[in-house]
């Protein structure tokens, strides 16, 4: 890793990190020593008391522009999946499950390309903000492979059976405001908007306690691997563990009282 260069940067504003994907590449192709760094970072932030929320953005060009070709170029299928439980991050291993682990609210703030692993990452946050010239795509095909961290499973459940399977069959980008119809994004803003909006959204959830942030998180996490009645199990226990937080009876003192709360994530 470059030390004058690091690949990922963090800015810290009040409650919220703000962390930038920077590889000298600005497309920001997703290489081990980027995956690592942002893995790094996140398990910083899960294990700082003081953030309660993140926002994830790249550069001018690009949220990230998939997995890093030239590092995958040389594999073999044996090596591949031999090396997944560790070391070929390029080529989807244990750190991409690192960052779907992330417990806090994470939002991605897009521009320019989010493609095959760059769209994935995006998928893995709870929001996703795009400026208007976001590009989101699944091009595995045109290099004859099939995605690897969600691109098949995620991305139906997030725009629907036809538009993935278009995004994933062709593998022709869509834009952002076909990314906002399809449900993929949450919001679309002008470009010079996109981080204040990423930022303000981050800030409107920190202003919450944290342990109810974190159950908010699993519990709708949950709803994506369990079946209904499973999920409304675990939500209404959620509800019930809410009442042993001092953040719950603060709370609804301050409803009563027509007060903003003070939270002590506890």
Excluded at 123 to 137: L, N, P, S, T
Excluded at 154 to 166: E, I, T
Excluded at 214 to 229: C, G, P, Q, T, Y
Aim: glycine letters at 8%; charged letters at 25%; a neutral charge.
């Amino acid at each position: 890793m470059n030390d004058r260069h690091p690949p990922v940067r963090t800015a810290y504003e009040d409650r919220v990190a703000v962390v930038t994907l920077a590889s000298e590449n600005p497309l920001n192709p997703l290489a081990d020593d980027l995956v690592d760094a942002l893995v790094a970072e996140l398990r910083r932030i899960d294990a700082d008391p003081a953030i309660r929320a993140t926002v994830l953005t790249g550069s001018s060009k690009a949220f990230a522009a998939g997995a890093d070709v030239k590092a995958m170029a040389p594999q073999d299928y044996a090596t591949a999946f031999r090396q997944d439980v560790k070391a070929m991050a390029p080529l989807i291993g244990r750190n991409w499950d690192a960052i779907r682990a992330h417990r806090k609210p994470l939002i991605a703030a897009v521009r320019g390309y989010a493609l095959g692993g760059g769209c994935q990452l995006a998928m893995m946050c709870d929001v996703v903000v795009a400026a208007e010239d976001a590009r989101f795509g699944q091009p595995e095909v045109v290099l004859g492979i099939v995605a690897g961290a969600g691109g098949t499973q995620p991305l139906p459940h997030a725009v629907g059976k036809s538009l993935a399977m278009q995004m994933c069959l062709t593998g022709a980008p869509i834009s952002a405001a076909e990314a906002l119809a399809g449900g993929l994004v949450s919001k679309v803003v002008p470009t010079d908007r996109l981080l204040p909006e990423a930022t303000r959204l981050a800030r409107s959830m920190a202003a919450h306690s944290l342990p109810v942030l974190l159950a908010i998180k699993e519990a709708v996490n949950r709803s994506f691997e369990s079946s209904l009645s499973e999920g409304l199990l675990f939500e209404r226990s959620q509800f019930h563990t809410g009442f042993a937080l001092k953040d719950q009876k603060e709370g609804i003192a301050a409803f009563r009282e027509r007060r903003d709360p003070a939270f002590a994530d506890e």
